[in-house]
Protein backbone atom coordinates (compact mmCIF):
# COMPACT_ATOMS: atom_id res chain seq x y z
CA UNK A 1 0.00 0.00 0.00
CA UNK A 2 1.54 3.11 -1.23
CA UNK A 3 2.49 5.82 1.90
CA UNK A 4 -0.47 8.86 2.24
CA UNK A 5 0.48 12.31 3.44
CA UNK A 6 -2.25 15.31 3.96
CA UNK A 7 -0.92 18.83 3.08
CA UNK A 8 -2.85 21.96 4.69
CA UNK A 9 -3.06 24.73 2.81
CA UNK A 10 -2.45 24.71 -0.81
CA UNK A 11 -0.56 28.11 -1.85
CA UNK A 12 2.40 28.54 -3.33
CA UNK A 13 4.24 26.25 -0.70
CA UNK A 14 1.36 23.80 -0.49
CA UNK A 15 0.86 23.40 -3.58
CA UNK A 16 4.63 22.45 -4.56
CA UNK A 17 4.93 20.33 -1.47
CA UNK A 18 1.89 18.48 -3.05
CA UNK A 19 3.40 18.05 -6.46
CA UNK A 20 6.49 16.90 -5.01
CA UNK A 21 5.64 13.87 -3.37
CA UNK A 22 3.04 12.52 -5.46
CA UNK A 23 6.23 12.73 -8.31
CA UNK A 24 7.91 10.87 -5.68
CA UNK A 25 5.44 7.97 -5.81
CA UNK A 26 3.11 9.04 -2.56
CA UNK A 27 -0.10 9.67 -2.25
CA UNK A 28 -1.00 13.53 -1.20
CA UNK A 29 -4.69 14.71 0.12
CA UNK A 30 -4.27 18.55 -0.52
CA UNK A 31 -6.21 20.75 2.33
CA UNK A 32 -7.45 24.43 2.31
CA UNK A 33 -10.55 26.41 3.55
CA UNK A 34 -10.96 27.80 0.25
CA UNK A 35 -12.29 26.57 -2.88
CA UNK A 36 -10.55 28.65 -5.11
CA UNK A 37 -6.90 27.90 -3.33
CA UNK A 38 -8.04 24.13 -4.11
CA UNK A 39 -8.79 25.00 -7.80
CA UNK A 40 -5.89 26.87 -8.72
CA UNK A 41 -3.52 24.34 -6.87
CA UNK A 42 -4.67 21.86 -9.72
CA UNK A 43 -4.17 23.66 -12.42
CA UNK A 44 -0.86 24.41 -11.12
CA UNK A 45 -0.45 20.73 -10.96
CA UNK A 46 -1.83 19.75 -14.56
CA UNK A 47 0.11 22.36 -15.82
CA UNK A 48 3.16 21.49 -14.31
CA UNK A 49 3.02 18.16 -14.86
CA UNK A 50 2.26 18.75 -18.89
CA UNK A 51 5.43 20.98 -18.87
CA UNK A 52 6.90 17.95 -17.21
CA UNK A 53 6.23 15.25 -19.83
CA UNK A 54 6.72 18.00 -23.05
CA UNK A 55 9.97 18.49 -21.46
CA UNK A 56 10.88 15.01 -21.33
CA UNK A 57 11.10 15.00 -17.71
CA UNK A 58 8.51 11.95 -17.09
CA UNK A 59 6.31 10.14 -19.46
CA UNK A 60 2.48 10.92 -20.29
CA UNK A 61 1.57 7.17 -17.93
CA UNK A 62 3.70 8.82 -15.38
CA UNK A 63 2.35 12.11 -15.43
CA UNK A 64 -0.84 10.23 -15.40
CA UNK A 65 -0.34 7.99 -12.06
CA UNK A 66 1.26 11.58 -10.41
CA UNK A 67 -2.13 13.15 -11.02
CA UNK A 68 -4.45 10.26 -9.94
CA UNK A 69 -2.25 10.24 -6.96
CA UNK A 70 -3.46 14.00 -6.02
CA UNK A 71 -6.84 14.55 -4.30
CA UNK A 72 -8.06 17.83 -3.10
CA UNK A 73 -10.15 18.23 -0.16
CA UNK A 74 -11.53 21.28 2.00
CA UNK A 75 -11.50 18.68 4.93
CA UNK A 76 -9.17 15.99 6.56
CA UNK A 77 -10.78 13.74 4.47
CA UNK A 78 -7.49 10.89 4.26
CA UNK A 79 -5.99 12.16 7.78
CA UNK A 80 -7.34 8.07 9.08
CA UNK A 81 -4.42 7.03 6.60
CA UNK A 82 -1.70 9.99 6.78
CA UNK A 83 1.31 9.30 8.16
CA UNK A 84 2.39 13.03 7.66
CA UNK A 85 0.26 16.09 8.34
CA UNK A 86 2.63 18.94 6.43
CA UNK A 87 0.48 22.47 7.13
CA UNK A 88 1.69 24.90 4.49
CA UNK A 89 -0.90 27.78 5.53
CA UNK A 90 -0.69 31.51 5.64
CA UNK A 91 2.43 32.49 8.32
CA UNK A 92 0.80 33.51 11.28
CA UNK A 93 0.78 31.79 14.74
CA UNK A 94 -2.51 32.05 15.83
CA UNK A 95 -3.67 30.15 12.54
CA UNK A 96 -1.15 28.00 12.57
CA UNK A 97 -1.85 27.16 16.47
CA UNK A 98 -5.60 26.57 15.70
CA UNK A 99 -4.67 23.95 12.74
CA UNK A 100 -2.12 21.97 14.73
CA UNK A 101 -4.65 21.37 17.24
CA UNK A 102 -7.23 20.11 14.80
CA UNK A 103 -4.20 17.96 13.41
CA UNK A 104 -3.69 16.52 16.72
CA UNK A 105 -7.27 15.48 17.51
CA UNK A 106 -8.02 14.41 14.11
CA UNK A 107 -5.00 12.25 12.55
CA UNK A 108 -3.97 8.96 14.02
CA UNK A 109 -1.57 8.63 16.98
CA UNK A 110 1.58 8.09 14.80
CA UNK A 111 1.44 10.32 12.46
CA UNK A 112 3.50 13.27 12.33
CA UNK A 113 2.60 16.69 12.42
CA UNK A 114 5.02 19.10 10.31
CA UNK A 115 4.79 22.76 9.51
CA UNK A 116 6.51 24.35 6.46
CA UNK A 117 6.93 27.70 8.57
CA UNK A 118 9.29 29.90 7.56
CA UNK A 119 10.24 31.43 10.90
CA UNK A 120 7.62 31.21 13.26
CA UNK A 121 8.89 28.90 16.76
CA UNK A 122 7.90 25.29 16.52
CA UNK A 123 7.43 24.85 19.91
CA UNK A 124 4.74 27.81 19.76
CA UNK A 125 2.83 26.24 17.02
CA UNK A 126 2.87 22.80 18.79
CA UNK A 127 2.04 24.56 22.08
CA UNK A 128 -1.63 23.41 22.00
CA UNK A 129 -1.29 19.45 21.20
CA UNK A 130 -1.08 18.01 24.65
CA UNK A 131 0.74 14.62 24.21
CA UNK A 132 1.47 14.76 20.61
CA UNK A 133 4.13 17.34 21.12
CA UNK A 134 7.25 14.79 20.40
CA UNK A 135 5.64 14.69 16.73
CA UNK A 136 6.08 18.46 16.27
CA UNK A 137 8.44 19.62 14.12
CA UNK A 138 9.63 22.39 10.93
CA UNK A 139 9.69 21.05 7.29
CA UNK A 140 11.13 23.98 6.22
CA UNK A 141 11.12 23.46 1.98
CA UNK A 142 11.75 26.50 -0.55
CA UNK A 143 9.99 28.33 -3.38
CA UNK A 144 9.74 26.56 -6.17
CA UNK A 145 9.09 23.28 -4.36
CA UNK A 146 9.81 20.86 -7.13
CA UNK A 147 13.55 22.33 -7.87
CA UNK A 148 14.76 23.71 -4.22
CA UNK A 149 16.70 20.90 -2.75
CA UNK A 150 17.00 22.18 0.61
CA UNK A 151 14.57 21.00 3.35
CA UNK A 152 15.31 22.64 6.71
CA UNK A 153 14.62 20.04 9.51
CA UNK A 154 13.72 21.83 12.85
CA UNK A 155 13.37 20.37 15.96
CA UNK A 156 11.80 21.82 18.90
CA UNK A 157 13.20 20.68 22.59
CA UNK A 158 9.90 18.21 22.47
CA UNK A 159 10.56 16.78 19.15
CA UNK A 160 11.57 12.74 19.14
CA UNK A 161 14.35 11.53 17.89
CA UNK A 162 11.71 8.99 15.78
CA UNK A 163 10.08 12.06 14.70
CA UNK A 164 13.47 13.55 13.42
CA UNK A 165 14.42 10.47 11.60
CA UNK A 166 11.39 9.93 9.99
CA UNK A 167 10.98 13.18 8.62
CA UNK A 168 14.42 13.08 7.08
CA UNK A 169 13.47 10.06 5.53
CA UNK A 170 10.32 11.51 4.18
CA UNK A 171 12.58 14.43 2.71
CA UNK A 172 14.59 12.25 0.91
CA UNK A 173 12.00 10.19 -0.50
CA UNK A 174 11.09 13.51 -1.89
CA UNK A 175 14.98 13.80 -3.43
CA UNK A 176 15.15 16.51 -1.02
CA UNK A 177 18.57 16.89 1.17
CA UNK A 178 17.45 17.81 4.54
CA UNK A 179 19.51 19.60 7.03
CA UNK A 180 19.09 20.02 10.84
CA UNK A 181 18.86 23.77 12.99
CA UNK A 182 17.42 24.58 16.24
CA UNK A 183 14.13 26.58 17.16
CA UNK A 184 14.74 30.22 17.32
CA UNK A 185 12.84 32.75 15.21
CA UNK A 186 13.53 32.63 11.35
CA UNK A 187 16.10 29.35 12.31
CA UNK A 188 19.24 29.85 10.02
CA UNK A 189 17.97 30.34 6.32
CA UNK A 190 15.48 33.69 7.20
CA UNK A 191 17.63 34.87 10.28
CA UNK A 192 20.46 35.23 7.58
CA UNK A 193 18.28 36.05 4.34
CA UNK A 194 15.52 38.18 4.96
CA UNK A 195 17.67 40.76 7.15
CA UNK A 196 19.41 41.22 3.71
CA UNK A 197 15.94 41.69 1.88
CA UNK A 198 14.63 44.20 4.25
CA UNK A 199 17.97 45.85 3.85
CA UNK A 200 17.31 46.25 -0.23
CA UNK A 201 13.92 47.95 0.55
CA UNK A 202 16.07 50.65 2.75
CA UNK A 203 18.27 51.24 0.15
CA UNK A 204 15.70 51.34 -2.30
CA UNK A 205 13.68 54.02 0.38
CA UNK A 206 16.50 55.88 1.38
CA UNK A 207 17.35 56.90 -2.47
CA UNK A 208 20.85 54.90 -2.82
CA UNK A 209 19.57 53.21 -6.24
CA UNK A 210 16.57 52.12 -7.72
CA UNK A 211 15.00 48.56 -7.73
CA UNK A 212 16.78 46.88 -11.24
CA UNK A 213 20.49 49.19 -9.69
CA UNK A 214 20.30 46.88 -6.10
CA UNK A 215 18.95 43.47 -7.85
CA UNK A 216 21.69 43.92 -10.28
CA UNK A 217 24.53 44.72 -8.43
CA UNK A 218 23.77 42.13 -5.72
CA UNK A 219 23.58 39.81 -8.78
CA UNK A 220 26.63 40.54 -10.57
CA UNK A 221 28.40 41.56 -7.59
CA UNK A 222 27.55 38.59 -4.87
CA UNK A 223 26.47 35.87 -7.62
CA UNK A 224 23.17 35.60 -6.37
CA UNK A 225 21.03 33.40 -9.09
CA UNK A 226 18.39 37.31 -8.84
CA UNK A 227 18.55 40.39 -6.74
CA UNK A 228 17.38 40.54 -3.39
CA UNK A 229 14.18 42.45 -4.44
CA UNK A 230 13.54 40.11 -7.32
CA UNK A 231 13.92 37.18 -4.97
CA UNK A 232 11.27 39.10 -2.47
CA UNK A 233 8.61 39.04 -5.10
CA UNK A 234 9.26 35.27 -5.79
CA UNK A 235 8.71 34.62 -1.96
CA UNK A 236 5.41 36.86 -1.43
CA UNK A 237 5.90 40.51 -0.15
CA UNK A 238 3.37 39.67 2.92
CA UNK A 239 5.27 36.47 3.77
CA UNK A 240 8.99 38.75 3.79
CA UNK A 241 6.81 41.41 5.99
CA UNK A 242 5.36 38.40 8.34
CA UNK A 243 8.77 37.12 8.60
CA UNK A 244 10.58 40.25 9.45
CA UNK A 245 7.60 40.68 12.18
CA UNK A 246 8.43 36.93 13.70
CA UNK A 247 12.49 38.34 13.68
CA UNK A 248 11.41 41.75 15.38
CA UNK A 249 9.48 40.29 17.94
CA UNK A 250 11.27 37.29 18.88
CA UNK A 251 14.70 38.67 18.77
CA UNK A 252 14.43 42.19 19.31
CA UNK A 253 16.36 45.10 17.71
CA UNK A 254 13.83 46.87 16.04
CA UNK A 255 16.65 48.95 13.87
CA UNK A 256 18.14 45.69 12.90
CA UNK A 257 14.87 43.60 12.26
CA UNK A 258 11.71 45.77 12.29
CA UNK A 259 10.73 45.44 8.04
CA UNK A 260 11.37 48.51 6.11
CA UNK A 261 8.31 50.93 5.58
CA UNK A 262 8.73 50.61 1.95
CA UNK A 263 7.92 46.88 2.30
CA UNK A 264 5.16 47.47 4.97
CA UNK A 265 3.66 50.50 2.19
CA UNK A 266 3.41 47.47 -0.84
CA UNK A 267 1.89 45.23 1.50
CA UNK A 268 -0.99 47.25 2.64
CA UNK A 269 -1.63 48.32 -0.95
CA UNK A 270 -2.46 44.89 -2.02
CA UNK A 271 1.07 44.21 -4.17
CA UNK A 272 2.43 41.12 -2.92
CA UNK A 273 4.99 40.67 -6.04
CA UNK A 274 4.52 37.80 -8.27
CA UNK A 275 1.38 35.78 -7.04
CA UNK A 276 -0.89 39.31 -7.70
CA UNK A 277 0.78 40.46 -10.91
CA UNK A 278 2.84 43.06 -8.71
CA UNK A 279 5.33 43.58 -6.26
CA UNK A 280 8.37 45.73 -6.48
CA UNK A 281 8.22 44.68 -10.03
CA UNK A 282 4.79 44.63 -12.33
CA UNK A 283 4.75 41.16 -13.95
CA UNK A 284 1.25 42.04 -15.69
CA UNK A 285 2.27 42.13 -19.12
P1 LIG B 1 0.07 31.39 0.42
O1 LIG B 1 -0.53 32.66 0.88
O2 LIG B 1 0.43 31.23 -1.02
O3 LIG B 1 -0.87 30.14 0.84
C1 LIG B 1 -1.41 29.98 2.11
C2 LIG B 1 -2.61 29.05 2.00
O4 LIG B 1 -3.07 28.71 3.30
C3 LIG B 1 -3.80 29.69 1.26
O5 LIG B 1 -4.18 28.84 0.19
C4 LIG B 1 -4.89 29.76 2.33
O6 LIG B 1 -6.20 29.58 1.81
C5 LIG B 1 -4.48 28.58 3.22
N1 LIG B 1 -5.06 28.59 4.57
C6 LIG B 1 -5.19 29.65 5.41
N2 LIG B 1 -5.79 29.24 6.56
C7 LIG B 1 -6.01 27.90 6.43
C8 LIG B 1 -6.60 26.91 7.27
N3 LIG B 1 -7.08 27.21 8.47
N4 LIG B 1 -6.66 25.63 6.82
C9 LIG B 1 -6.18 25.32 5.59
N5 LIG B 1 -5.63 26.22 4.75
C10 LIG B 1 -5.54 27.48 5.17
O7 LIG B 1 1.36 31.18 1.36
P2 LIG B 1 2.70 30.37 1.03
O8 LIG B 1 3.68 31.31 0.41
O9 LIG B 1 2.36 29.08 0.38
O10 LIG B 1 3.23 30.11 2.52
C11 LIG B 1 2.72 29.04 3.29
C12 LIG B 1 3.69 28.74 4.41
O11 LIG B 1 4.96 28.39 3.85
C13 LIG B 1 3.95 29.94 5.33
O12 LIG B 1 4.13 29.46 6.64
C14 LIG B 1 5.24 30.53 4.78
O13 LIG B 1 5.97 31.26 5.72
C15 LIG B 1 5.97 29.25 4.37
N6 LIG B 1 7.00 29.41 3.35
C16 LIG B 1 6.82 30.25 2.28
C17 LIG B 1 7.82 30.37 1.32
C18 LIG B 1 7.63 31.24 0.11
O14 LIG B 1 8.61 31.47 -0.64
N7 LIG B 1 6.43 31.72 -0.18
C19 LIG B 1 9.00 29.61 1.44
C20 LIG B 1 9.14 28.74 2.53
C21 LIG B 1 8.14 28.66 3.48
Not at 23 to 30: D, F, K, P, R
Not at 94 to 103: L, P, Q, R, V
Request: aromatic residues 6%; proline residues 5%; charged residues 20%.
Amino acid sequence: MSEVISVIGAGTMGSGIAITAASAGIEVCQVDVSSDQLERAKQYHAKTLARNVEKERMTADEAEATKARLSYCDSHARAAESSFAIEAATENADIKKKIFGAMASTYPADCILATNTSSISISEIGSGVGDAADRVIGMHFFNPVPVMKLVEVIKSPATSEDTLARTIALSERMGKTPIPANDFPGFVSNRVLMPMINEAFHAWNDGVAGPEEIDGIMKLGCAFPMGPLRLADLIGLDVCRDIMLVLHEGLGHPDKYAPCTKLVELVEAGHLGNKTGKGVYDYSS
